[in-house]
């Protein structure tokens, strides 16, 4: 089956750090683009992350870089996010999300989230 | 930083047409694609490049993009599409989401 797994999500106080996992299965993940966006609760979809195949080209919103790092590992088809300095309005469900840029140029591949809360 | 304006809200009645806009500068230049979020759900794209349905995607979705907007056309809408729907676009190599429409059928 062709899916996202993202985990890592939970509770951590202002300050902390947290790394979150997407697992892929069922393609060839390393062949892929991959982001991250988030969705604050009741709010609208927020993008974070995009990294390419080669691992090395990355890009981030501007109100994570410097804090958030993408990262992937194709030999273990999972994506990654560092996410240092958490701030209260990190809160948000953390979507892990495919790009097919080649066939269809949109994200047409979504995990189920995982809840990131930050509080104190 | 490019922005999108989508409605937040928008009504249709079953078996009526419902339309969703969303602007942005320039936005003609630039391939839109639009994904729908059920309350609960992730994401579903339903349009990519302005105007192209996904394989699964029930013909009545459709879209355009010219001038400033980009627009999703929902033909004989259905409760079923009741719906969170998102615009979304490329700038430079960043990613840029519409702030979302709410789709009521009623």
């Known amino acids: 089956e062709v899916q996202l797994v993202e985990s890592g999500g939970g509770l951590v106080q202002p300050g902390r750090s947290l790394r979150l996992s997407c697992a892929a299965s069922g393609f060839t993940f390393s062949s892929y683009w991959m982001h991250w966006v988030r969705q604050a609760p009741g709010k609208g979809l927020v993008w974070v992350s995009l990294i390419k195949t080669d691992g090395v080209s990355t890009n981030y919103a501007d109100s994570v870089k410097g804090r958030f790092t993408i990262s992937r590992d194709n030999a273990k088809n999972t994506l990654y996010l560092q996410m240092n300095s958490l701030r209260v309005e990190d809160t948000a469900v953390y979507y892990c999300?495919?790009?097919?840029?080649?066939?269809?140029?949109?994200?047409?591949?979504w995990g189920r989230g995982t809840l990131v809360t930050v509080s104190s | 930083s490019y922005e999108l304006t989508q409605p937040p809200s928008v009504s249709v009645s079953p078996g009526q047409t419902a339309t969703i806009t969303c602007s942005g500068d320039r936005l003609g230049d630039r391939f839109a694609c639009w994904y729908q979020q059920m309350p609960g759900q992730s994401p579903v794209l339903v349009i990519y490049q302005d105007t192209k349905r996904p394989s699964g995607i029930p013909e009545r979705f459709s879209g355009s993009n010219s001038g400033n907007t980009a627009t999703l056309t929902i033909s004989g809408t259905q409760a079923v599409d009741e719906a969170d729907y998102y615009c979304q676009a490329w700038d430079s190599q960043d990613v840029v989401f519409g702030g979302g429409t709410k789709l009521t059928v009623l």
């Open positions: 999300a495919r790009e097919n840029i080649a066939v269809i140029p949109a994200v047409d591949l």
